[in-house]
């Protein structure tokens, strides 16, 4: 998971980078405070630390920015103590508000808290190779970089029963048997181009990740 930390405090941005690091999340420290929106686009963040009192111009002002194209759950971090600003902070969009200085492990809690109650079903839906790359279940789409592939029906259907035995051999007679029960007449012939396209587009979008590993007169499987 990633986290964005929009801080004008660089000690104290350096240490929430170095604890988000210690929770086994990705963190990112943003330096250009003039266009936070832009770098919340291109970062892609799972979860936002947005402080009030930035250069040029306020927490409140980028919020509202990042709410006009993001969903991205947003923990304000201030030491403003007036009830005022806690209103101002969520009514801007934001989901929740911790005051300067905070305990770490309340920060800690709270982050979890956000990311359990935005991601977790989501997370039921996705099945990730990596951070960056995963298999969204319900579409049937395969997403590296935030970029999407739509598999066609037999490639889905082959994909997802590799993700369902992950880490286990699926033979060739398998897969046939899965995708007979599709509308589609499969031979051995057929199944080998199935394979071999699925692996061109997944290698192509990936930059050439092997996805999908080979043995020999044993089958197929996903790491």
Same mark, same amino acid.
């Given at each position: 998971?990633?986290?964005?930390?929009?801080?004008?405090?660089?000690?104290?941005?350096?240490? +929430?980078?170095?604890?988000?690091?210690?929770?086994?999340?990705?963190?990112?420290?943003?330096?250009?405070?003039?266009?936070? &929106?832009?770098?919340?686009?291109?970062?892609?963040?799972? +979860?936002?630390?947005?402080?009030?009192?930035?250069?040029?111009?306020?927490?409140?002002?980028?919020? /509202? #920015?990042?709410? &006009?194209?993001?969903?991205?759950?947003?923990?304000?971090?201030?030491?403003?103590?007036? &009830?005022? @600003?806690?209103?101002?902070?969520?009514?801007?969009?934001?989901?929740?508000?911790?005051?300067?200085?905070?305990?770490?492990?309340?920060?800690?809690?709270?982050?979890?808290?956000?990311?359990?109650?935005?991601?977790?079903?989501?997370?039921?839906?996705?099945?990730?190779?990596?951070?960056?790359?995963?298999? @969204?279940?319900?579409?049937?789409?395969?997403?590296? /970089? &935030?970029?999407?592939?739509?598999?066609?029906?037999?490639?889905? #259907?082959?994909?997802?029963?590799?993700?369902?035995?992950?880490?286990?051999?699926?033979?060739?007679?398998?897969?046939?048997?899965?995708?007979?029960?599709?509308?589609?007449?499969?031979?051995?012939?057929?199944?080998?181009?199935?394979?071999?396209?699925?692996?061109? #587009?997944?290698?192509? +979008?990936?930059?050439? #990740?092997?996805?999908?590993?080979?043995?020999?007169?044993?089958?197929?499987?996903?790491?």
């Amino acid at each position: 998971m990633k986290i964005m930390i929009v801080e004008d405090d660089l000690a104290l941005a350096h240490e +929430l980078e170095l604890l988000c690091l210690k929770w086994n999340f990705d963190a990112e420290c943003i330096k250009d405070f003039k266009h936070v &929106n832009k770098a919340c686009n291109q970062y892609q963040p799972d +979860l936002i630390l947005l402080d009030i009192n930035l250069p040029f111009y306020d927490g409140f002002y980028w919020c /509202q #920015k990042i709410r &006009n194209s993001s969903a991205v759950p947003i923990l304000f971090i201030s030491s403003r103590e007036q &009830n005022a @600003d806690k209103i101002m902070a969520l009514s801007a969009g934001g989901d929740d508000y911790i005051e300067k200085p905070f305990d770490l492990e309340l920060l800690l809690v709270k982050i979890k808290a956000m990311l359990r109650r935005t991601y977790e079903y989501r997370y039921l839906e996705r099945e990730y190779i990596d951070k960056d790359t995963y298999y @969204d279940v319900i579409s049937g789409r395969f997403i590296y /970089q &935030n970029q999407g592939l739509d598999l066609t029906k037999s490639e889905a #259907k082959i994909m997802s029963t590799l993700i369902q035995q992950r880490g286990n051999w699926v033979t060739r007679e398998q897969l046939m048997m899965v995708l007979w029960n599709t509308d589609e007449f499969i031979t051995d012939a057929t199944l080998s181009v199935h394979i071999s396209r699925l692996r061109n #587009k997944l290698n192509e +979008l990936t930059k050439g #990740k092997d996805i999908i590993k080979t043995k020999k007169g044993v089958g197929y499987y996903i790491d």
